[in-house]
Structure formats: C-alpha cells, structure tokens
C-alpha cells in the first residue's frame, strides 16, 4: 500500500546517451507523475552520465514498490545501472565504536531528531565502555573485542549480527579497528569511515600528532566509504578548522571532535537521503 | 554562422506544470541536440519552476541565433518566462567606481584571464583617479562628477554612454553613489553593486564602522542587484570573514578589500554565465 | 590547601598606564610565580587596556586563594578592575531551555567529556519535556511555565533556585522566554544566550523565517551576553553556514542546528575558561 | 634621526626563562618606552618561548636605531635569539614569477594600497611575458630563462641580481622552478612560495589534477618558506575552497587563483609587518 506523500528516488549512472534526460522525465511524465527535483551530472573525462531524480507517482499508483519495479526494468533498457528507493523507506544502520563516544553521540542525536532518516538497529564496539549509553537508547550493544588474533573470528561474530539485523550500512563512528577486504566483501552493503584528518594528507595512525608537527594552520576530518585500502576510499564529505600555533596535539583533537561530529553526520545524511552515487574513486553528492 | 563549440543557455521560469522538464528536454532531443548541463529548482512556497538548461545543437544546426530563436518561441507556449543566449556571445559591461580602486582592479584582471566573460566596454566614475589605468587597459574613461543639485543631469550622461555602447550589465565597483529609481528604470538591464557588509545587517553607509562598534566577529559583504531601495536588492553572493577584537575599524576596511573583491568577481561571473534567476526579492544560482 | 597544578587567571582592565605590563609581571616574577600565558590588548579608541595573564605560583604558596587575594590588592593599587579564578575549581552552571533540546544535549556531551570546565547544577524549562533527559544526567530539573501573567512570578522562582544552587552562570539553549531585566540584575552573574542569526540581521522571533524570505546566501548564529535589550548583547561568537536557494525554512532550522551547537559551546568554554573580558557593548577574547 | 611615529618591533625566541616577560617589559619601561602591543607563546613540547613586542621609545630617544642596537644587547644578555626592525623601514622585495600573473598581479595591487609595507625592487621571471607589465609599474624587469643545464648559471645570475638590489625577500609567485639549496643558502634571507594544495596534500607538480583525481571535497593553498626539500617548509598560512563533482580540473585552476592569492598576500603581509617566527618546521604567527 502507498502511503500519503511517498515518493520515489532514483540514483541512475551509466555511458552517457542522447536524449537520456528527455526518456526518463518521458517515462514519469506518461505514467502520470510529478517529478520533485533532478540532478544530472556528465563526467567529461570519464564519459557517465549521473542522474538523481525523484517524483510522486500518480495518485493512481496503489503500491510504490511496483513502479519502483517498473522503472528499474526501464532504466535496464536504457543500459542504466539503477538504485531506487521509497522515500519512506528507513535504512537499519549499526554503529561501530569504540572508545571516543563524540561521533557515537551525534549519530544518536540525529537519528532522534530526524535528521537521520534511519533506524540504529544496533552497536558493535571492542571496548565495553559504551554498553550502558546505548542500551539506554533501547538499542542492542554487542561487545566483541579484537586482537590480532581474534580478529577473523570477531569479523565473522559481526557479519553475522549485520546480517541477523538486516543491517543496510555501517558507520564507523571512530572505530579504532580496520575492517579487513574480507569483511567488507562478506558485508558488500556500504560502510561509511570518519578520518580525523583532511585526507589525502594524514592517513593512518595519529593524525592530530602528525598535523602538529607538520605545523598546519588547518586541522581537517573527512567521511569516505571505507575500501579495502585504508583511509583511500571514495571521499564524501570534508571540513576544516583554523588553529594557530597555540594548539597543542590535545587541543586538536578536541577541536576536532566537532570537526569529526559533522563531518560525519553530514555524509550518513546524505547516504540515507540517497544522494550520493560512487564511482571509481569519487564520489558525485546531489545536495 | 555557428562557431565551434557554441552552445545555448536558456534560463526560464514560469508556474509549475507536470511534464515540464519532459518537454524541454524532449523538445532539444527532437532537434538533434545534446544536453550538456540541466539544472531545475522548484519554489514550493511560490510554486514557481526554475530550469537553467545548456544544449549544443545538432551539427545541422548552421545558426544558433535561429534555434534560439525558436526554442523562445516553444517556451511561449509553455507559458513560461525565458532568456537565452549564445554561449559565445560576450556582454558588454561598464564599470561605474568612484576612488576605491580595488574592485575595479579585481574586474580587469577576471576579464584579462578569461573568467569573466565579458568586454569591458567603458568606466564611468564620479573621480579622475582612475583615468589613467582604465586608458592603460585601452577602455574609454569617462569622469562625471556627481552632486546633489547635478545628479539628475550626471545620470542623464551615464545614460546616454551605456546605450551608446550597448552596455548590457553595469557593475558598481565600490561606486560611492546611489543610482536612483529613474536611472534604473531606464537603463532597464541589469545593475550589480558590491555592499561591504553582510546584509541586511548595517545596510547604508559606514558599515565597517557600524560593525566595529557593535562588535561582530565576522564581517562581510553582499552582492547584489541594485533596486531603487538602497542596499535590498536580491542578494547574489555573500562571504564573511572572522576577525577579533585586536582589529580597528581601519584594519576592518584592509580586510575587507579582499572580501569585496572576491564576492563581487564571483556575483559578476555567475551573471555572465547566465546562472542567476531572479524572482521578488531572491536569487536562484544554478552554480 | 594548594591542589597541585594550580594556576591562577587574572583578567584585568582599566585605564592604560605606562609600565603596566612590566608592573604586573613583576609583581609575579618576585613572588617565585612562573607565567604560563599572557595576552593583553588596549583600545585605542575607548583607551582601555585589558590583560588576561595565567601563572603557577611558586611552590612555597600553599594556598592559591591567598595569592589571589593578594593579586586583587596589588590590582586595585594599580587601578585595574581585576577578577581572579583558580584554575581547578569549577563553575556552577544552570541551563535554561525550552523544547529544542539541541543546545541542552550539547552542553551535557561537552561538560561530561570535559571540554566544559563546570559543573551543570539545574535545568529550569518552561515545558516538561527534557525532564527525564535531565534526570538522567544525575541533575535536578525544574519546571516553571511561564505565561505573561505569571511572568514575575516565574522569574522570582528561577532566581531562589539559582542562589540556592549558587549558580555562577546561566546558559539560555534556546529557552524561549525573555529574561527581564529585573531577573538579570538580581541574578547579577552573566546570562549566555545564543540567538539563531547573524546578529544583528534578523533580532527578535523567526530568524530563519526572516532570513529565508530575505533570500541571504550564509545563515548564522550568535552567543552573547544577554542584556536588557533583546539580542542586543555583547556578542562573543558568531559563525554561518552557506545555504543555497534549495533551502526551504525547514531545512534551515535543522542546518542551523549544528550551527547553533557549534557556537554555544565556543562561547561557553571560552567564558568557563575566564576569556572573556567584557566591556560596552563588545568583548574581548583573549583564546 | 627619529622619525615621528617610528614603533620598533622585537621578535624574540630562547629557551624558557622565569621572569622574561618581566625584564623585557622592565627594560622598556625603565626607558620610558610604550609597549603598543605584546604577544608571546611558550612550546612546551620543544621548550622554547616566544615573544613580538612593538615599542614606542620615549620622546627623548632621537635615533631608533641607537636604541634598537641596545636592545639587541639586551637580548643578548638574557641569552635570547632576536630580530629588531623599526616599522617606518620597508623590506625590498623581489618577485620570482612565470607566465600564472595573479598572484603577480596581487602582489602589485597590495604593494600599491599599502597593505604591503615593502618595496619592490625587481622581478625575474623565466619568461618574457610579463616584462611590459611590470615595467608599467617602473620596476625592472629580468628574463632569466633556466633550462636543466643553465640552472646554475641561472641562479647565480640571480643571486647577483638580488644582492645588487639588497632584495630582502623573495616572493615566488607562482615561479614553476625549483630554487635550489645552494640558491637558498647563498642568499642567506628568506623566500616565501606558494604552493597550490592543502600541504602535506598533494605536495610537487600537477595539485589540482591530484585533487581532481582524488575527489577531495575541498582544494587548498599553502604559502610556506621554501627550503631544500620541495613543497616542506614551514607552513605560514593555509586555506581552503569548497568544490563539488561538477568541478572539472580546469575549473579548480580557476577557482584556485583566488585561494592563492589570498593566502600568498596575506603570508607576505605578516612576514612584513614581522608578525612570523621559524622554529624547525614550524611557524610562529602573531596575528
């Protein structure tokens, strides 16, 4: 059953064709719908096309899910790759944490707000610090700690509460572990990595430290998909902060917790609103 | 002729119909035309639709003057409101300054390096200072003074330059002079001036001084176009720049500069790329 | 008893006298006193100097008090206004709040990760609403409606809680109500507000509103100081966040969110940090 | 012979000692100095304190220089590293560009207005481009073309030409050589370049193409003293511009010019005004 005001989005990309805007508004407007707002993109250099568009079918569309249906099968035929979603519809999100509680917090407080169309279907931390907060918010903890030992098995333990969760993406909210190439196939739904520095420069351990020394005049945090290759995946949102030379390596990394905070619900937002397409290393974001 | 590579902009507005974007995406594919850049917006409050739309013509097409031409016609019968322009067409613009010059300097070197888009075709200025380095640049130079009991003449002087070079854009580059209703009527194109403050706060004169005693962290300055009230014209551009309390009301007006200089080069540049729709008191910048 | 790593902060002011720096400074050096941080400013304008100087004693001072009592003499020799704050103890905090529970959360996860130097003694609201929230931080919580009518009232009661907590500092986030000015002169300690707009652009209810119709391109926000005059205080952080022409008022309420956030908690750590030197209208920030 | 007005400004750093800020202000006082502004900062991580003091000396003091040669005994005593410069003498510059104008051109803008205090004295280039503009300007103008074999001839034909100048400071504005250590050892003073990227971020030839390739978010402009090791000096400022998806690389050249220019003038300004201190890889700024 369609509920009041759903709506359809759209995320299409593929090799650019003639007439492709034109095909798609067509095939809403024949069908009798609305569309809401479109955002196209051409990558000149890597020759895709990149489309978000969402519409209120017409009110004689009983069930959002069937149009959904049929328009995947058009944008086959246009040889579109294609992800459609339900406005309605919320994703299930888990949060991976650790000790740092900032991001954990903001990811709470969001989603409470409505800012963060999503239900936390549950934490996974390796530290039980966190137990009591959450289950606070009515929401299952699991503690799993990982040792480089363990570190296999404690992969699988997650996999297997993402999948018992039906869990739609993972944000890593300063979680001190990497997720191995192993994990991230086995999961194969998106997840989301806040870095404490303004990357390319700055990836891996300590960046506060390493921003110090270098004697930057700009501390910066950036949200990326994680990839199998730390700290490189495709980049969603960036920020900076100005410090002077007063800052020591303390203060930077207080400083950038509010970096780290919005930064990071910035990019879950976008994620959950459908608004970001990835390709190669890059990432196109319809705001 | 068509030259290489010209493409059309078309800005248009009007009330929202299904199937709009349908049609005029439908209406360039019919021609042979290819989409390079589509952007729409959709005002709900004043449910007006906005489309900035850029196609090349087929190759077929030998005049881009006629298919525009055309393409006006098409958007009559939609009912909607449009400009279009040839994208190699360069506006004539004039410079209206008094005896800040760093505007001035910063809208010659846009349009040496090629980011504006544009032929400056004349300075007018209530000054001689800037004589010499508006001749350098080889444009015409004209000084007319302005005082209260001259105004009316004064204006009637400007006037008569802009159609004599068929000026299309006048942009007040720190031009200490309020153009009145009669100016702006008759001009009838379209007039940018550059505010050093972030409107609506400390319109009018002195804002450097007003945001000091008040004691602002930030200050600013707004582009805008001008109307016949001062300083409320539909905003274009605004930035903003921290300061502290070390800094004087001189310190304010150095630090400024590069604000100005900055929100104003952008304002024009968005104008001569024909990204800027206004509607009531707003801007639409399809950036 | 000296705790160890004590130091003292002095913030002082007055009118400008050669040898004041030297004076100060020796007055420390003599007793032993090691100078941690010293910044210092004079207005040229109002001819005012203001110092914020923070020292360890030397080891032989068992008892900071002591020395700040002496500090405060030597000041008032010099015919500086001088307040004086051992480092380690802790100010008493009340929040004031209506609805929005933003800025309440806010200042709950800076003062729980220590980033706000207090201590929060009460929250008073005028709705039930973030009651149990409240209560489960271990604080008391307050409910006081507040109509025209039961204003005065409502305002002695706050006040009789406030010294009963002894309540050095009030933080409005986002309480709804007008403070008057007979509350804040018997209150007699400062009172943070932060309004949702760049002051002093859009003063008093619905800046957002105001702000959206205004078509501005940078939404903003301001702590400051409340006074008597609505939004009139001396302002002592200010920030914006670029909004396009997609925004309707709703979204700009949540982007302003963090915005608001953001800039409370500046506000109040710097205050908590004694930082702030107030004086006419404006502040000087010493961070 | 004094001149009115003449301030001196100290730029101090040594190893922390108790009661420093007491003796130099003593020194001033006892001399019936004025102390106009004063700012200093302790690294407690390298142990070294800092301090910019600017001085009005008293009105029987008829030569600055006497007094300024005093202090630096002073300074001496107290086993501190010092730089005296009295503020009525402006640095001589010479510019190092290529065929990139803007920040050339700003240079020049800045020089003009005042807000750089400085002369400048030549400009070599490796092109003949800008010869005629700079000659409008009435500065000499020297084509030094510099292929891989003629670099050392190059360099020495350049360090001849700035000692003939007693060139002071060598701004590379956008000069596409690398100067090298032999280069910067003779010379002896500093030289400051602009670098188009968030350093350490895309350090070495093609930034914006990297940034491009990367996806980043944000693009940046570092200006930094240049030393032997490419794109590695201490950073004096950094900043950053928001770029979306839609940004090709020839827009984020585009786009970057201004970023440059902005951060080159205002790294040139404070060195002027000898507002910066170098310590191993890092800067010192006393905004």
Excluded at 44 to 66: G, L, N, T
Aim: with cysteine; charged share 25%.
């Amino acid at each position: 059953m369609k509920r009041p005001k759903d709506t359809i989005i759209a995320l299409l990309h593929g090799p650019d064709k003639r007439g492709l805007v034109a095909r798609v508004s067509g095939w809403i407007f024949e069908r009798g719908g609305k569309i809401i707002d479109a955002d196209q993109h051409y990558d000149r250099v890597e020759e895709i096309f990149f489309q978000r568009i969402e519409w209120a079918p017409s009110d004689e569309v009983s069930d959002c899910r069937e149009e959904t249906e049929e328009f995947i099968k058009f944008a086959g035929e246009l040889n579109m790759q294609v992800v459609c979603r339900i406005s309605s519809a919320k994703q299930r999100v888990a949060i991976f944490v650790s000790r740092y509680d900032h991001c954990f917090h903001e990811l709470f407080l969001g989603q409470n707000s409505g800012e963060l169309p999503c239900e936390i279907a549950c934490v996974i931390s390796n530290h039980p610090d966190l137990m009591e907060a959450t289950e606070g918010h009515g929401v299952a903890f699991y503690h799993i700690p990982v040792t480089p030992e363990t570190r296999r098995k404690a992969e699988q333990r997650q996999l297997e509460i993402l999948w018992e969760y039906g869990v739609e993406l993972v944000v890593m909210a300063r979680y001190m572990q990497i997720l191995s190439e192993t994990f991230l196939k086995e999961f194969g739904s998106p997840v989301i990595n806040i870095h404490h520095s303004f990357l390319p420069a700055f990836a891996g351990g300590n960046p506060y430290r390493k921003a110090y020394q270098r004697g930057v005049k700009l501390i910066g945090a950036t949200a990326h998909y994680a990839t199998a290759i730390l700290d490189d995946g495709p980049i969603i949102q960036q920020d900076v902060h100005r410090v002077s030379h007063r800052r020591t390596v303390k203060d930077l990394i207080v400083l950038g917790r509010m970096l780290e905070r919005r930064v990071l619900l910035q990019a879950v937002r976008w994620h959950l609103e459908h608004r970001i397409l990835v390709y190669g290393r890059k990432t196109v974001v319809f705001d």
